[in-house]
T-cell receptor, first 112, second 115 residues
Framework: GNSVTQMEGPVTLSEEAFLTINCTYT??????LFWYVQYPGEGLQLLLKATKADDKGSNKGFEATYRKETTSFHLEKGSVQVSDSAVYFCALSDRGNTPLVFGKGTRLSVIA | DTGVSQDPRHKITKRGQNVTFRCDPISEHNRLYWYRQTLGQGPEFLTYFQNEAQLEKSRLLSDRFSAERPKGSFSTLEIQRTEQGDSAMYLCASRTKQGPNTEAFFGQGTRLTVV
């Protein structure tokens, strides 16, 4: 079945450090890939998405590129801020609007 | 539009009691999903509605769980004879009918504690 594996946290970085959160997936067909973020006390929000191979999703300085050859969708940001502290979830949907399959989440803490 | 809303936000119940949660999706969204999230895990899919039709149910959804969406608007999730293992955050999400791979909007969840 479909699954998502992401690096375990917690990840602690200093402000302005470079961030990478690894995500790999297993799926039949050609899934769409998503990163969701959950800030403290809030619901899940879509951060970015990519729907086909080599697509790059980007938002708020975060980027992720859909790599079909390595079945990966790693999240990156060049310079993190304290306000980026949250839990990040990688997810996939393998066709149309089928239910999302999530990874376990990675907690990021950014310290000033 | 205020987004997806869930009620209650928190529920503490004794083992063996029944509980019911409500989800109000974004008004023009015809797809509605329920997920369960436990500590340190990502959300796990429970069930999915398109309008009032329940199209898919996870194996996680035991026969103590039932969900409805009677008029294709709000949805309820009922858990009968609650067990301590049911303690979790229950999330609702909705999606528009327009186009594939559209964004799922999540509510803030209902946190259930079974004591």
């Amino acid at each position: 079945g479909n699954s998502v594996t992401q690096m375990e946290g917690p990840v602690t970085l200093s402000e302005e450090a470079f961030l990478t959160i690894n995500c790999t997936y297993t799926a039949t067909g050609y899934p769409s890939l998503f990163w969701y973020v959950q800030y403290p006390g809030e619901g899940l929000q879509l951060l970015l998405k990519a729907t086909k191979a080599d697509d790059k999703g980007s938002n708020k300085g975060f980027e992720a590129t859909y790599r079909k050859e390595t079945t990966s969708f790693h999240l990156e940001k060049g310079s993190v801020q304290v306000s980026d502290s949250a839990v990040y979830f990688c997810a996939l949907s393998d066709r149309g609007n089928t239910p999302l399959v999530f990874g376990k989440g990675t907690r990021l803490s950014v310290i000033a | 539009d205020t987004g997806v809303s869930q009620d209650p936000r928190h529920k503490i119940t004794k083992r063996g009691q029944n509980v019911t949660f409500r989800c109000d999706p974004i008004s023009e969204h015809n797809r509605l999903y329920w997920y369960r999230q436990t500590l340190g895990q990502g959300p796990e899919f429970l069930t999915y509605f398109q309008n009032e039709a329940q199209l898919e149910k996870s194996r996680l959804l035991s026969d103590r769980f039932s969900a409805e969406r009677p008029k294709g608007s709000f949805s309820t999730l009922e858990i009968q004879r609650t067990e301590q293992g049911d303690s979790a955050m229950y999330l609702c999400a909705s999606r528009t009918k327009q186009g594939p791979n559209t964004e799922a909007f999540f509510g803030q969840g209902t946190r259930l504690t079974v004591v």
